[in-house]
């Protein structure tokens, strides 16, 4: 026997039990890899362990499927442990086909028509029992890896949820037919779908139609739904009914004792005829937060954005998976400001910044140069591992330029702030980059003019 094989021995076992338990896609495909490895250039372990157990790929391909963001190379990833389970005999699972439907129209911030077409090839693939991202010279003779799968209701639902993002009204139609053919009745997530779409539209009145056939139907929205509402309205220019579901969602963490005109019963009432009903137990989420942020800062309301700021700061986190603290570990923690919170305050003193003289008397001078700094304070308290990329470092350099009318000075400071806590910033590696410009601008002395 290989001297090696006890010591490989202990190495397979151990990634087994990881794969069998961790709930962390990085962890798990990593050792999924090395399992791989070890089975296929081992021979001594390939005759005792021909392949990875299937359970451990089923779960492998859940915890894949759950992960977020869904990106390329998770699509990658995912079809690389489908293509596995096939080859050594397994059997793919509905959830895996629609899996991979839904992660190959992502990858990009905004889905495009590349996305809808692949997601469409990929769910004709495995329909006809053909592994996706094979030529169809692969497939003489019309030979099939194994018994195609039928599309379900999800496997539409995620077309059409595709079609939607990508803002194409042909095949949202085409899948909604084909849906309507086979007899599947739409569910919650369609007519969500359908809500994304009409937002993207800005058709208020495709919006309220989906939100009447979902309460006709019996189907709830979810606290989903309601971002997804907060999102539409506010799109389109109707911030106050946003600020009303979430008034009402803030209302179940912090009860509002009055009761008399304009009180949060008649805000239920102003709601149910938009068709939206906020149950009690429903309570705001990190999206719900971000969301509200960017839109306020968007808008130029600064005042709402240090209120959900101090709601994000003062609610507890009650969210699946959220960390827990205390001896037996039973006590939630509180929300904190992620990068996105930040992001999104800093685009806002770039669009609104008051400089310190000029500013015309309708203008809003509370993004001005103290408050940015104040919240600049707290944003260099993120946590250590925070990464930033050269667009959050070119929003925060933005912002305080229109509120210091170009200070250099003091962008010379916050840059020089910037670089201490989050490490040398990138700057594309080009001269012409904008960032690159403004750091010759402040540093001349790290430039020097040849002679």
């Known amino acids: 026997m290989d001297p090696t094989f006890p010591l490989l021995h202990t190495t397979l076992r151990d990634h087994l039990i ?79 086909y629609n899996a991979l439907v839904d992660h190959a129209g992502r990858g990009w911030r905004k889905t495009r028509e590349e996305e809808l077409m692949h997601a469409k090839r990929v769910a004709e693939d495995v329909a006809k029992g053909r592994l996706p991202g094979l030529t169809e ?57 359908l809500l994304h779409y009409f937002t993207q539209k800005q058709n208020l009145g495709g919006v309220r139609s989906t939100l009447q056939k979902m309460r006709a139907q019996n189907l709830e929205l979810g606290l989903d739904g309601l971002n997804a509402c907060m999102w539409a309205y506010g799109k389109n220019n109707r911030v106050d009914i946003a600020l009303m579901i979430y008034r009402l969602l803030r209302h ?5 004792s009055y009761e008399g005109d304009g009180d949060f019963h008649t805000t239920v009432a102003h709601l149910a005829e938009e068709y939206i009903f906020v149950d009690s137990e429903m309570r705001p989420n990190e999206i719900t937060f971000t969301m509200l942020v960017q839109m306020m800062a968007y808008l130029g309301h600064f005042q709402a954005v240090l209120d959900i700021l101090q709601d994000l700061l003062t609610f507890e986190n009650r969210e699946p998976g959220a960390r827990l603290y205390g001896v037996d570990n039973s006590n939630p923690t509180f929300y904190a400001p992620t990068l996105s919170v930040y992001r999104n305050i800093f685009l806002g003193f770039s669009r609104h910044g008051a400089p310190p003289l000029g500013t015309s008397p309708d203008a809003d001078t509370s993004w001005n140069l103290s408050n940015l700094t104040d919240i600049f304070e707290r944003f260099l308290h993120l946590p250590s591992d925070t990464r930033i990329s050269y667009a959050n470092v070119d929003i925060v350099m933005k912002a305080f330029a229109v509120t210091s009318a170009d200070n250099y000075e003091l962008l010379r400071d916050v840059w020089v702030a910037l670089e201490e806590r989050f490490g040398p910033i990138d700057l594309r590696s080009k001269i012409t980059s904008r960032l690159m410009r403004l750091k010759m601008k402040l540093f001349p002395e790290l430039f020097p003019t040849p002679d």
């Open 252 to 256: 179940n963490v912090v009860p509002e």
């Open 18 to 96: 990881t794969l069998g338990q961790t709930q962390d896609a990085e962890e798990a495909w990593n050792c999924y890899t090395t399992l791989v490895n070890c089975i296929t250039r081992v021979p001594a372990v390939y005759r005792h362990l021909p392949h990875i157990p299937y359970s451990h790929l089923h779960r492998l391909c859940r915890i894949l499927a759950s992960n977020r963001p869904k990106t390329h190379r998770q699509y990658l990833h995912l079809l690389a442990v489908v293509t596995y389970l096939k080859h050594c005999g397994g059997t793919i699972q509905q959830f895996e």
């Open 137 to 193: 010279e692969a497939y003489e003779f019309q030979n099939e890896d194994y018994a195609g799968l039928t599309p379900d209701i999800y496997t539409y639902t995620t077309l059409l949820a595709t079609a939607a993002r990508a803002s194409n009204a042909k095949e949202l139609l085409n899948t909604a037919t084909i849906m309507q053919r086979a007899r599947l009745p739409p569910n919650r997530i369609t007519h969500l779908a």
